[in-house]
Structure formats: C-alpha cells, structure tokens
C-alpha cells in the first residue's frame, strides 16, 4: 500500500506530520481520515490520516512498470515527467516492438493496464500516458500530418471527413493540430475504443 500512516492531536497536526516526513508542503497532501478520537475534555484528543503525495504516485508506477518487465524477463528504464498531476511516462526497452504492438495496440492496454493499478491504489483517476521509445512523439506526428492533409481536403471540397478510431491522445494532438486552421474544426464521436474524430468544414471559423 501506498499511503502512510499518521496522527496528530488535530487534522492539521497530522497533515503537518505527513508533508515533514515526505519533504512537501502540507497542500501537497492528499490524505483520507482514518480515526478521530476526543478524548476526556480535549486530552488525549487524536486525528489519523492515511496520506500520499505526487511523489508516491510517480514511485508506484515506476515500481508497477518495473516489475512487469521483470515478471515478463525483459529490459527496461522508466522516467516519468509530472504536468500538474498528468504523468507522462517514458519507457525505453530492447522489446518496444513486443511492447507496443500492430497499430499501437498493446501499448494502449498497457497504458489501461497501469492507469486502473494507479487508480485503484490512489483511490481515485489517475491520468498517465506511456511512450515507448519515442513511438508516441513519431506517432503524432504521422497522423497529424494525416490530418492536415484531410482538413485541406475538407476546405476545399466543402465535405466533412471522419478519422478511423484512435485513443484520446491521439486525437488530442490532431484537436490542436488543426485548432487555428481556416474554415475547419474537429468534433470526437463515438464510445469506448471505437471513439473517433470527425473534421468539419466550418466556414464560420475564419481563424489562421
């Protein structure tokens, strides 16, 4: 388990306890009351908190990944950037092909596969997105590329297109891609895996 374990003789004692221990402030704390007890006239007064912070979230998913590669017998380093509790996470192995599979396809279950252990381990979503040696920054950049061409197609024919279907990631890079192109936008439809972007001509979109 993640969370430690602390008490104070108030919440914000106990909250203190936490964020000296893990060197952060105590706003870095995210915490769930275990115990409260009053005491007889205030003494002996208590609050406990289980508590974790960024930094638990960051060494769960390096020691998660890790020990994958270690059960699976394969070679791996693992980095992981924090943008304002998003974490990317860079993996670099000798087996990204096995790792990331036809079309991306078992990298995006291994990226599931991670997301719902952190989830469940946090108690609450935790938002994470894994590359395997740069596979994602390439993948981008093909299908937006992709994209631009579509959008020009759209413009000029004046017909709306749809994407095949794609993760969300991905069809947020293309969102943005195309985000201050003239005369188009981009709309997600679809459910679950089978999600997908549609590029819209837009003749009230004047901006570029």
């Keep these: 388990m ?12 106990a909250i203190a306890n936490a964020a000296n221990t893990k060197n952060v402030t105590p ?15 205030g003494i002996g007064r208590s ?3 289980e508590a974790y912070c960024e930094a638990d979230v960051e060494a769960f ?13 394969m070679d791996g380093t693992v980095e992981i950037t924090n943008e304002n509790g998003f974490y990317k996470v ?28 952190a989830s469940a381990e946090f108690k609450k979503r935790v938002g994470l997105l894994i590359d395997v040696n740069g596979y994602k920054e390439d993948r981008y950049e093909k299908i937006c590329k992709m994209a631009i061409r579509v ?7 004046k017909v709306n ?24 936008s981009t709309q997600s439809e679809g459910e679950g895996e089978g999600r997908r972007l549609k590029i819209l001509y837009t003749p009230e979109n004047n901006e570029e």
């Design 61 to 73: 998913i390096k020691k998660y990944i890790e020990n994958y590669f270690n059960n699976a017998k």
């Design 27 to 41: 706003e870095e704390i995210t915490y769930n009351i275990l115990e409260e007890k009053n005491g007889f006239l």
């Design 90 to 117: 860079l993996v670099n192995t000798s087996n990204n092909a096995v790792l990331i599979g036809k079309g991306g396809k078992t990298l995006q279950a291994f990226n599931r596969l991670v997301k719902a252990a």
């Design 47 to 49: 609050v406990e908190i």
């Design 151 to 157: 959008a020009k197609d759209v413009r000029r024919t």
């Design 161 to 184: 297109a749809v994407l095949d279907p794609m993760p969300a990631d991905e069809r947020k890079a293309i969102h943005n891609a195309l985000s201050g192109m003239k005369n188009i």
């Design 2 to 13: 993640s969370f430690q374990k602390f008490t104070g003789k108030t919440l914000e004692e």
